[in-house]
């Protein structure tokens, strides 16, 4: 019984993701979509009022080219009603549907495409020169000179790495570029330090995750977990697996009353610099690891003015104190 509860549960539409995937598998049923996201792609507002995207059965036939009437019926009957809505108008994309034909814009485009000109912030661990990468939909700011700052778990250099769209390199200069990921990284944060996550709505999981015998100094990694930080924080949604895995000190940026301390510090964590985060976690955030029960403490800020925060082991926030 327990295992049926923790299970994902994401057949709340009478569809289970390989179902979603086995009716999607097929070029007449994506022409399909992508004709119906084309005739709504003309008009704007069309979440508030669909019925000029409708297309008629015929209309749509003739636009997705399929000869045989009861080949076609057959197609987008199988896309009825989880991806395309039939209304008195016509056919139209559900939420579903659009769903998938903005997942299909978001990852056209170039595979390798090639990020130039150069980073104007200096690496804040060593003060090196920063380089920008995009390979396999992965945006990286690396250092050209120094390990980074995330161990193993991410390429030697490493500063910041997330997943990013194709279309949004498009007009945007490597700074640009810089400042559009760490604003989508902390809205990202934001979203899962409240157990929400971004790609579906559904739960995230917390999960502590301590180096035990952990000895980093200023400037020199531990050598037992290759970073300077002794907790990590793991957020992930059980449902569509994204996930993320960061310092304390970065998950606790996400969070409502550290926002507003520091807004009224003078930094906004979420459109921060580089600078202005690194600054943060090395030098304005103390961690300390609690035994019983296992938990971490986090005080921010200098002198006098702190604001101090104790999560537990699943990073759900017990205490606030200023
Ligand atoms: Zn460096
Ligand atoms: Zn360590
Ligand atoms: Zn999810």
Redo the contacts with the bound molecule.
């Keep these: 019984m327990d295992d049926v509860q923790s299970a994902p549960r994401t057949e709340l539409h009478g569809v289970s993701p390989e179902e979603a995937f086995a009716i999607l598998g097929d070029e007449t049923r994506l022409n399909i979509v992508r004709t119906l996201w084309r005739a709504g792609a003309l008009h704007e507002y069309d979440d508030i009022d669909d019925s000029a995207s409708a297309l008629s059965f015929s209309e749509l036939r003739r636009r997705v080219n399929v000869g045989d009437n009861g080949r076609f019926n057959y197609h987008l009957s199988k896309l009825v009603p989880h991806f395309v809505r039939k209304t008195d108008d016509g056919y139209r994309l559900s939420g579903g549907g659009k769903r998938i034909a903005r997942a299909v814009v978001t990852v056209a485009g170039e595979h390798g495409t090639e990020i130039t000109g150069a980073v104007n912030s200096?690496?804040?661990?060593?003060?090196?020169a920063?380089e920008a990468t995009y390979e396999d939909q992965w945006l990286r700011f690396s250092?050209?000179?120094?390990?980074?700052l995330f161990g193993d778990v991410a390429p030697k250099?490493t500063?910041l790495n997330a997943p990013f769209p194709t279309p949004g390199l498009a007009n945007r200069t490597p700074d640009d570029l810089l400042a559009t990921e760490l604003y989508r990284c902390m809205s990202d944060l934001t979203h899962m330090v409240q157990g929400v996550c971004p790609e579906c709505a559904s739960a995230v999981r917390g999960t502590l995750s301590v180096c035990e015998t952990h000895d980093a100094t200023p400037g020199r990694s531990c050598p037992a977990c290759a970073t300077p930080f002794v907790a990590w924080g793991e957020l992930r949604c059980e449902t569509c697996r994204f996930a993320k895995r960061l310092p304390i000190e970065l998950c606790v940026m996400g969070l409502a009353p550290v926002i507003g301390f520091l807004y009224a510090q003078g930094t906004n964590v979420l459109a921060p610099s580089l600078d202005d985060l690194f600054d943060l976690v090395q030098s304005q955030v103390v961690t300390t690891v609690t035994e019983t029960p296992r938990g971490v403490r986090t005080t921010i800020g200098t002198e006098g003015d702190t604001l101090t925060l104790t999560l537990d082991e699943h990073l759900s926030v017990v205490e606030i104190s200023q």
Excluded: F, R, S
Aim: hydrophobic share 25%.
């Design positions: 200096d690496c804040p661990v060593c003060g090196g920063i250092c050209t000179e120094c390990a980074g250099g500063l």
